[in-house]
């Protein structure tokens, strides 16, 4: 299952964005979740990941700016991100599985990412 995140954008530094990523209803909430992105040039790197049981791990780079949440009925959870940088700009995917998984990021297959590009 190939999960689309959307909601990119571009966006002056300082602002804010929320990116969506809808989830396989048949494994909502039983799988643990990531945020990725990647810049240009760079190797993807997790931004969050999400136990099933909900525990929430943020980057370093991230923590105090991008919030996780997640929508139980509309089997969606998203990214919100403020007071983004020049340097948050990269192609953000979401994935879902086990969360050795969600760690190392070796997922099978990526969905279609949005891109997030932030100005200075």
């Known amino acids: 299952v190939q999960l689309q995140a959307s909601g990119g954008g571009l966006v002056q530094a300082g602002g804010s964005l929320r990116l969506s990523c809808e989830v396989s209803g048949s494994t909502f909430s039983r799988n643990a979740i990531g945020w990725y992105r990647q810049a240009p040039g760079k190797a993807r790197e997790r931004v969050v990941g999400i136990t099933a049981a909900g525990s929430t791990y943020y980057a370093d780079s991230v923590k105090g700016r991008f919030t996780f949440s997640r929508d139980n009925a509309k089997n969606t959870v998203y990214l919100q991100m403020k007071s983004l940088k020049p340097e948050d700009t990269a192609v953000y995917y979401c994935?879902?599985?086990?969360?050795?998984?969600?760690?190392?990021?070796?997922?099978?297959?990526w969905g279609q990412g949005t891109l997030v590009t932030v100005s200075s």
């Open positions: 994935n879902e599985g086990p969360w050795r998984t969600v760690l190392s990021g070796q997922f099978r297959s």
